[in-house]
């Protein structure tokens, strides 16, 4: 079977042979700009991607490689602990991903209430999935481990909000 470009050339007959190599090599730098022009036009792409997308992962909350999300209860009030008379709120800042040398072991979440209830017992929390938690005092805050990441807890501001907020 004969190509297009073959077909089209018998058609026409008599077309001397310099005339087809110019044309070939015409086509052939035709498709050498189109090519050039694909791929500054994939990479303008990637570097417009990762511009936009680097100061949105490195802000601060966001979720990039590890899957952190803040654990909070399926009730209306956040994650609580209460520790020294003092109930703490979760922190909307991300989890340390390891132990830290200056956190002070304070004790394990010894008992839970209710999600909708403040906590007020030693080492007491509103989120029942923290019982057993190693708690640590860290600065003005807690660190609670959960699944290996150390969320912060901060002292509550007024009834239902942290100290960031």
Known sequence: MKTREEVLLYAFGGIEDKF???AAAA???RRAAVRRWIKWGLAACA???LAVSVPVLLQPGSSSSSSSSVPVTSG???SMICVNGTVYGISAEDP???Y???FVYLGKIASAVSSDTYPEEELQSNDGELVGAAVYQYEEE????IDGQY????PMAEEGETGNE
Do not use: F, N, P, T
Request: proline share 0%; with cysteine; aromatic share 12%.
């Open 100 to 102: 830290r040398s200056d």
């Open 151 to 154: 969320w912060i807890y901060e």
């Open 47 to 49: 570097a417009l991607l």
């Open 20 to 22: 087809v190599a110019e």
């Open 76 to 78: 209306e009030l956040q």
């Open 142 to 145: 807690l660190v609670v481990c």
């Open 96 to 98: 340390y991903d390891s």
């Open 27 to 29: 086509r052939g730098k």
